[in-house]
């Protein structure tokens, strides 16, 4: 399962980083992808990242603000959100898989940019 | 950036009857599609992929089709429990990977 952690209110402009906890799976064998889904923007794929950490990619509304990143031997995915906008709030989820399907998904995380 | 277009955006069906859900992508996806069903509250689960594969656990009354830019998710006798949005997503062309817009159903 994935469990993420680490979303709340944040001020625009500000900066957030989100866990993502892996268990019951291989964690290092499979790519994991970021997606959020906010009430005007439907789901959103943002990122994802490779087993190894070799291969990433962003979406171009996060390009340049966000970070994705993996510990394996923490079995743990983050991302670290920065120049937070307010069309960055949403449910953030950790799903597995990518560049594909994603088979498991995280209960998500709520992030809110407000003043 | 692949477009997918869901419709219709809501459906109201009678327990026991089918639903018949449609996806179309901007350009063709060959099989790349899969089908997630999101209930409040809850994250997608994942229902189809490669188009007409059923996920571990899907009951056989989930059914997708097509290839290219047309797309179906059928649900034959249609249950309370699946009242629910439903999404499609490409995984042909990326990035991005990107989703439909998403189906309401509703149970009459």
């Known amino acids: 399962q994935l469990v993420e952690s680490g979303g709340g209110l944040v001020k625009p402009g500000g900066s957030l980083r989100l866990s993502c906890a892996a268990s019951?799976?291989?964690?290092?064998?499979?790519?994991i992808s970021w997606i959020r889904q906010s009430p005007g923007r439907g789901l959103e794929w943002i990122s994802y990242?490779?087993?190894?950490?070799?291969?990433?990619f962003y979406a171009d509304s996060v390009k340049g603000r966000f970070t994705i990143s993996r510990d394996n031997a923490e079995n743990s995915l983050y991302l670290q959100m920065s120049s937070l906008r307010a069309e960055d709030t949403a449910v953030y989820y950790c799903?597995?898989?990518?560049?594909?399907?994603?088979?498991?998904w995280g209960r998500g995380t709520t992030v809110t940019v407000s003043s | 950036e692949i477009v997918m277009t869901q419709s219709p955006a809501t459906l109201s069906v009678s327990p026991g009857e089918s639903a018949t859900l449609s996806c179309r992508a901007s350009?063709?996806?060959?099989?790349?599609l899969a089908w997630y069903q999101q209930k409040p509250g809850q994250a997608p689960r994942l229902l189809i992929y490669?188009?007409?594969t059923r996920a571990t656990g899907i009951p056989a009354r989930f059914s997708g089709s097509g290839s290219g830019t047309e797309f179906t998710l059928t649900i034959s006798t249609l249950q309370s429990e699946d009242s629910a949005v439903y999404y499609c997503?490409?995984?042909?062309?990326?990035?991005?990977?990107?989703f439909g817009g998403g189906t309401k159903v509703e149970i009459k």
């Open positions: 799903a597995r898989g990518a560049p594909r399907y994603m088979d498991v």
């Open positions: 019951g799976f291989t964690f290092s064998d499979y790519y």
């Open positions: 990242i490779s087993g190894a950490s070799t291969t990433y």
């Open positions: 350009q063709s996806v060959g099989s790349n």
């Open positions: 490669g188009a007409s």
């Open positions: 997503q490409q995984y042909n062309n990326w990035p991005p990977l990107t």
